[in-house]
């Protein structure tokens, strides 16, 4: 199973070698593939850009040693990553260079600008172990200038060189269309890189399709366990394998870890291991109040080949009739009673969800004040359909805008105990929220205030109600309670997880 993909073409066109050295630049290898899948044909660089001409614009420069490589020329992006090598015999400086379509997105460049340092890296530490780069460097030299016709003979290379073959099966790997690159440079140092196209935060990790993986998760895995475990090298952990055995879609990682026999923090790595990789990603547990939603990229063709590989799983059912049935949110005990058949349902949620054809939907609670409140357009009754039915649907709590205040004639309580309350209120919410906290009619309940002062630091949309229930070992049904007495105060938003709205890290 392939990782998703961004929508413009990323596999590349080509891959060259260039040097700089005391003799001047030179183009030292060079090969060009066809890309196979969603890239278009593209002309040859050769017949546009000679040879002599691409180690001149490509050659790497002494103050670009350690930096990405990056230039766009006509309908091409140029991306490399340079590198120097300095000894008493050997004085070279060399660009791994990936040729690539020029609209390709800065996550495509990034990537590849990545693969590039890590074959480099490979490269240099084998130059330092056994002198591997001087003896390439070498024999493509000598190569080069005996060739008798005007054209270099790249392709003799890829015989006697080493590196040239390398190079030639990494390209191949690429444009077949697949992400993992895993190769041996010398047949001893090894590229192992996973193209990642997804988003970066400011700390460079990954904000893309793996999710969080957290104690409550499960794991899906998008491959079969024997093919993930057949790939695992010969002195992996046991407790590895015995997680693939026990892991489930149903089950969290803390119960995985409780079965398994294996230490929740030995699972949680191997589980984060699984999704950098793409072996794997973090879901919420099935259950029947789970809410998917069709995703903005699922295939509603019906000759697509998502489309038939469906149709040869489940034989009597097509994939565009089932997406239908999440056109609007829908809970997967819905679908378990349109379906009567519990075990089929499960395996087609699960199917969708391992190529993303449906994603689900996390309820987030967010605290308004009563002030921001009453500049919102029209009213709402807190009367009006309360919180506890079932939501599917994009909805928010009803509140009300009219201030309140706290009744005479609800009991004297102890002014201690409120102040520690009012003063637990402050550490995650502002004065004005406070305030309006307060002034609602749920507040005079001394225990439901309590309570609200314990959970209010879930309230910024940070947190879906299924992960507040899991840290705080607390029944659903209480939780809606609560935000059902606080509901002038407090807004819901149905989102998928990885477009919630981030509020204060109060």
Known sequence: MELATPSVCWQPVAIALVISSSRGNRLLFYHQGSPKGQCEQVTDVLSELPPRTLAEILAPSSLMVGHKFELNVD?????????????SSFNIKFNVVFVLQSYCSLEVVGAYDHLSHVIGSAIVHEEHRCGFLEKEVALLTQLLEEAEAPEPPFDEM???????????????TLQEGTQHVKIKINGWSEVNVLMRFDARDSQGSSVGYTGHVRSYSALLLLESADSIAESLPSSCNPAFHRLLRTVSPMKSLQTVALDGDIPLVQVLHCASHLAHWGKAITIYPLSESNVYIASPEASTSVNSVLSRSFSETFSDSTLAELLSDFSLPVSLGELKQKFMDDDRIIKMVVWLLQYRQITQLHTYVYIVPLIQMAHLPGSFSPTSSGFGSDHTAFDSTPFSLRPLSRSSDSGQTDESGEQIIEAALLQHLSQEEKQSVLQTMAAADIDDLELFARFSKYFHGSHHLEEIMLLENIPRSQLLTLIDKFSEVLVTCTLPEHSRLHGSDR
């Open 158 to 172: 890829l015989g006697p060189s080493s590196l040239a073959r390398s190079l030639r099966d990494i390209l191949g």
């Open 75 to 87: 309908e091409w992006k140029f991306v490399g990553h340079l590198f120097a090598i300095q000894t």
